[in-house]
């Protein structure tokens, strides 16, 4: 097919409307060339917050490890044999008051005490929602 068959006028006219044309399609490719900078401008910004927030969360975490690590290890060694402790006393006192069995059940998997060595080791479970 030619440009005669498709009514398409040669690029040798250069009439006024074609000028205009012509003009209004340069416009428009600078319009989208600024468009996709201003989008990479966009997206390289966002991507350095991004880099200086996981530096800055890394520097945060690391400088707190010792802290967390000592109060974790604190709880193992204190807390959770008190809690432990604790749990197994009311236990222990639900066994003599019946009553209390009905709202030690609704904090504890099981109004009886867990086997040694398992992984509840009688703590209580989340309640049901």
């Known amino acids: 097919m030619s440009e005669a068959d498709l009514n ?3 690029s040798e006219d250069s009439s006024p409307e074609m000028d205009e ?3 209004e399609v340069k416009s428009l490719q600078n319009l989208f060339l600024g468009g996709l900078a201003a989008l990479l401008l966009l997206s390289g910004s966002v991507n350095f ?3 200086w927030q996981v530096v800055s969360v890394s520097r945060e975490y690391e400088s707190q490890r010792p802290g967390v690590n000592q109060v974790l290890t604190d709880y193992e060694r204190v807390s959770k044999p008190m809690i432990t402790r604790f749990v197994s006393d009311l ?3 639900s066994k003599t008051h019946p ?3 009905e709202v030690l059940g609704r904090f504890l998997k099981s ?3 867990a ?3 398992g992984m509840n080791e009688g703590l209580p479970a989340v309640p049901p929602k």
């Open 8 to 10: 398409i006028p040669s």
């Open 21 to 23: 044309l012509r003009a």
């Open 49 to 51: 917050l991004l880099l």
């Open 91 to 93: 236990q222990e006192y």
């Open 99 to 101: 009553g209390f069995q």
């Open 111 to 113: 109004p009886t005490p």
């Open 115 to 117: 086997a040694p060595g």
